[in-house]
């Protein structure tokens, strides 16, 4: 079965700074992957999905992603953290090849420090 | 275009009383999710379906919870009776058929007491 693991409760960047948020993942075929957030009091937003092709793929409000085949990973990334990006971010993946469930990380909660 | 609607917004019940939960997906959308979020967790799927079938229940509490899907739009998720440990956010989702990202509504903030 899928699995994803987000081994960082929580993240703290000073403004300015880059940001990397950590995810890897297990399944047993080839993945779709997915990154949300979620503000307080709101429902998952859609950041960014890595399907095929490149492994560095680019996603909202300036976010980008890196797929790293040999180390099952997805680090979530930003050149340039914002107060405004402090949240709670969620990798999720799916197995192309088995069920289209999507199985999420328990998350990891992003403070940007002004 | 409109997003994955959601009612109640909140909703407060005591112990061993029913409730249910109603979505309405994205238009044009196959596949429908229902998950759980406990406070300080991830999203964890309760139910799938693929237009009016059912693809996933493994881990619905079917004893307690029951959903539909009817005509392939619509979803209520019901809860009979409500234990202290259904306290969670319910969100619904849906995709284009199963194979893309998911869009969630806003969830159900549901606290038994």
């Known amino acids: 079965a899928q699995s994803v693991a987000q081994p960082e409760d929580q993240v703290n960047v000073a403004e300015g700074n880059p940001l990397t948020v950590k995810c890897t993942y297990s399944?047993?075929?080839?993945?779709?992957l997915f990154w949300y957030v979620q503000y307080p009091n709101r429902g998952l937003q859609f950041l960014l999905k890595?399907?095929?092709?490149?492994?560095l793929v680019k996603g909202s409000y300036g976010f980008e992603a890196e797929f790293n085949k040999s180390q099952t990973s997805f680090h979530l990334k930003k050149p340039s953290a914002l107060v405004s990006d402090s949240a709670l971010y969620f990798c999720?993946?799916?197995?192309?090849?088995?069920?289209?469930?999507?199985?999420f990380g328990k998350g990891t909660r992003l403070h940007i420090l002004p | 275009e409109a997003g994955v609607a959601q009612s109640p917004r909140y909703k407060i019940i005591e112990k061993r009383q029913s409730v249910a939960f109603w979505c309405n997906p994205i238009?044009?959308?196959?596949?429908l999710y229902w998950y759980q979020q406990i406070l300080g967790q991830g999203p964890k799927l309760l139910i799938q379906?693929?237009?009016?079938?059912?693809?996933?229940d493994s881990q619905l509490p079917k004893d307690r919870f029951s959903a539909e899907r009817l005509k392939g739009v619509d979803s209520t998720l019901k809860i009979q009776p409500a234990k202290l440990e259904d306290s969670a956010v319910y969100l619904c989702?849906?995709?284009?058929?199963?194979?893309?990202?998911?869009?969630f509504g806003q969830g159900t903030r549901l606290t038994v007491v």
């Open positions: 989702a849906s995709s284009w058929q199963g194979r893309t990202e998911a869009f």
């Open positions: 399944v047993s075929g080839n993945p779709y």
């Open positions: 890595y399907i095929t092709g490149d492994n």
């Open positions: 999720a993946v799916r197995d192309m090849n088995r069920d289209d469930k999507i199985i």
């Open positions: 238009s044009g959308h196959a596949t």
């Open positions: 379906f693929q237009n009016n079938g059912v693809v996933d």
